[in-house]
């Protein structure tokens, strides 16, 4: 079983909207953490952002927000004004306490954003 | 400081030669990872070492496959026949995972293997 979904394979907006990028994750342990990837066209995966399972609190970064909901097990990524630098593909992933180090990654959603 | 350090960054091969792909951990990170990326199959976990211990090779696709760490910052990861359906981005990350801390991931920027 996928554990970590990432519905939308692909997306595209147009330069300044507002774009979520959707996470769910499937765990039965009480301690977990998340986290968001950035790949740019270089192809380099760059870290974004890493909650664990005990802080709900939504953070933001600049134009960058994360939504953590553990009652839907959904761990959503938002990009507000997006600007064509922003286009790459997200990745979210899953780190079990159980499973040691082991990490999940969703497959990706590709984003292009559109000048 | 210097980040997750891989060479080679591109590597042409033909199929049957050996291929060494070698991976330097940020220093004081204790946990290694070795990934795949395809179009077809996304990012995969080939294999995990936490303290120079390999703690998961479930994902090591065959035996011809074979990853090492010699000491705690270095590792390499072997492909011995190689075979075309082995070209990939390859990917080392390390991060500083023990005693419940999961740190994050910190990738090194791949190595693209092409095997004709």
């Known amino acids: 079983a996928q554990k970590v979904t990432q519905a939308q394979t692909e997306i595209s907006v147009v330069e300044k909207e507002d774009v979520t990028l959707d996470c769910v994750y499937e765990?039965?342990?009480?301690?977990?953490?998340l986290f968001w990837y950035k790949q740019p066209p270089s192809g380099e995966l760059v870290f974004l952002i890493r909650?664990?399972?005990?802080?709900?609190q939504n953070e933001i970064s600049g134009r960058y927000s994360w939504n953590f909901q553990k009652s839907t097990s959904s761990f959503n990524f938002t990009i507000t004004a997006s600007q064509v630098v922003d286009s790459a593909v997200y990745f979210c992933?899953?780190?079990?306490?159980?499973?040691?180090?082991?990490?999940?990654f969703g497959t990706g959603t590709s984003l292009t954003v559109i000048p | 400081d210097a980040g997750v350090i891989q060479s080679p960054r591109h590597e042409v091969t033909e199929m049957g030669q050996e291929v060494t792909l070698r991976c330097k951990l940020i220093?004081?990170?204790?946990?290694l990872f070795w990934y795949r990326q395809t179009m077809m199959r996304g990012l995969e976990l080939l294999i995990y070492?936490?303290?120079?211990?390999?703690?998961?090779d479930s994902g090591m696709p065959e035996d011809r496959f074979s990853a090492k760490m010699p000491n705690a910052s270095f590792s390499t990861l072997k492909i011995q026949p190689s075979e075309p359906r082995d070209s990939a981005v390859y990917f080392c990350?390390?991060?500083?995972?023990?005693?419940?801390?999961?740190?994050?991931?910190?990738f090194g920027e791949g190595s693209r293997l092409t095997v004709l």
């Open positions: 990350a390390s991060s500083l995972g023990s005693g419940g801390g999961h740190g994050e991931l910190f």
């Open positions: 765990t039965r342990d009480t301690t977990y953490y």
């Open positions: 909650r664990n399972s005990f802080d709900e």
């Open positions: 992933a899953l780190s079990e306490a159980r499973t040691g180090n082991q990490f999940y």
């Open positions: 220093s004081g990170h204790n946990s």
């Open positions: 070492f936490n303290n120079n211990v390999p703690i998961d």
